[in-house]
């Protein structure tokens, strides 16, 4: 079993920048793709970005291509996701996941473990 918790989330200005942050416990995280999605009022989760755990291929959606960047430290049991240049349409509460494998993060029904969400707040 996985657990995932998400931390960093808040207000922020159009053009600004934040950091999301989730740690995990349980095994063989290092053996995990990680990814983010979101998910904003009325609309259905979606996917933001995912790692993978062999070679830390990123790849992302492409509303947020070269505005975020995801990260992992596998000897943190950790995940980031940089997020810049922020935009009112980025306002979510945005969901750690992980996933046996790298097409497992890239759509909300196939994810293996799910954390509870933190929200984002993008004033214009």
């Known amino acids: 079993q996985v657990q995932l918790v998400e931390s960093g989330g808040g207000l922020v200005q159009a053009g600004g920048s934040l950091r999301l942050s989730c740690a995990a416990s349980?095994?063989?995280?290092?053996?995990?793709?990680m990814g983010w999605f979101r998910q904003a009022p009325g609309k259905e989760r979606e996917f933001v970005a995912v790692i993978a755990w062999s070679d830390s291929s990123t790849y992302y959606a492409d509303s947020v291509e070269g505005r975020f960047t995801i990260s992992r430290d596998n000897a943190k049991n950790t995940v980031d996701l940089q997020m810049n240049s922020l935009k009112p349409e980025d306002t979510a509460v945005y969901y750690c996941?992980?996933?046996?494998?790298?097409?497992?993060?890239?759509?909300?029904?196939?994810?293996?473990?799910w954390g509870k969400g933190t929200l984002v707040t993008v004033s214009s």
């Open positions: 996941a992980a996933g046996r494998a790298v097409v497992v993060v890239l759509t909300p029904v196939a994810v293996n473990y």
């Open positions: 349980g095994r063989n995280f290092s053996r995990l793709a």
